[in-house]
């Protein structure tokens, strides 16, 4: 089984307050063990996301590494 398919797998079942407090506790928590889960996640929201939104999160990307 590949990593990818592990973390799907993982959090299929989780509700959305589930999900949001995953990535909120890998982000305060700076864990570099939870980036490919990270990875993942980030994956299949940009598949799921039309091109205005994906723009956006472009967008909120680029101003954020500029800071």
Do not use: H
């Amino acid at each position: 089984m590949k990593i990818q398919d592990y973390i799907i797998n993982n959090f299929k079942e989780d509700d959305i307050n589930t999900l949001r407090n995953t990535i909120t506790e890998c982000i305060q928590d700076g864990d570099e063990e939870t980036l490919p889960g990270m990875g993942v996640f980030l994956e299949l929201i940009w598949k799921e996301s039309n091109e205005e939104l994906r723009k956006q999160m472009l967008e909120n990307l680029n101003k954020a590494l500029k800071k």
